[in-house]
């Protein structure tokens, strides 16, 4: 089935460590997104990609770091900088002017 | 799984009735709406979408209305069922900033009463 694939569901990151979500799609999508989801809140946008090997900053970047040396590939580092990573983690991939798809998600827990 | 938007507005109807949910958008230059339904501990899912040239969009059961004058955008649902109960978020873009990356709204909880 085509479509997009986060992993984990659920992930645990110590105090200081670095985690990687991964998002991959089969959609051919030129364009890719993540987002940040809080209680109470609507989606904010982290990072996003419009072409291989390249991405800009969203709203809310510190703290991450992104690539993309594939098409189909956008993976997401939670860093140590970031302070409080405790959220919904969701990616998406768009054709251009149209609907984008998202994922399921990734829960992502500070222990 | 965990609830998304616990403070979020909240709209409730009778199984049924019909749902109007509104979101107002501040980009004059937005040019492309969407509406996304989100069950909790889910990804959002398309429901419907609008580009700027229209006014009115139907789908099965469910209409989109802008009004770019007050711009203002409104998601109507008809004969409501229990299985539309979810966050409903509503999502803008616009080619005038270059960036193309959907800006979304804080959301509005739907609650069908059976």
């Known amino acids: 089935d085509g479509g997009i694939t986060q992993s984990p569901k659920y992930l645990f990151r110590k105090e200081g460590q670095n985690v990687t979500l991964s998002c991959e799609q089969n959609l051919n999508h030129d364009a890719m997104y993540w987002y940040r989801q809080d209680p109470g809140q609507g989606l904010r946008l982290i990072y996003y990609s419009q072409i291989v090997n390249d991405f800009q900053k969203g709203d809310i970047a510190e703290g991450y770091s992104v690539s993309r040396e594939k098409k189909e590939s956008f993976p997401l580092t939670v860093t140590s900088a970031q302070k409080n990573p405790t959220a919904f983690y969701l990616c998406?991939?768009?054709?251009?002017?149209?609907?984008?798809?998202f994922g399921q998600g990734t829960r992502l827990t500070v222990v | 799984g965990e609830s998304v938007g616990l403070h979020l507005p909240t709209l409730s109807v009778q199984e049924g009735d019909n749902s109007i949910i509104n979101c107002a958008y501040s980009?004059?230059?937005?040019?492309?709406f969407i509406w996304y339904k989100q069950e909790s501990g889910k990804g959002p899912q398309f429901i419907i979408d609008i580009r700027s040239n229209m006014d009115k969009r139907q789908g099965q059961r469910v209409t989109v209305l802008l009004n770019k004058t007050v711009k203002h955008l409104s998601l109507q649902i008809a004969a409501t069922q229990p299985g539309d109960s979810a966050v409903y978020f509503c999502?803008?873009?616009?080619?005038?900033?270059?960036?193309?990356?959907?800006?979304f709204g804080s959301g509005t909880r739907l609650q069908v009463q059976p």
């Open positions: 998406a991939s768009r054709m251009m002017e149209a609907e984008a798809f």
């Open positions: 980009n004059s230059a937005s040019d492309y």
């Open positions: 999502a803008e873009s616009s080619m005038d900033t270059g960036r193309r990356a959907l800006t």
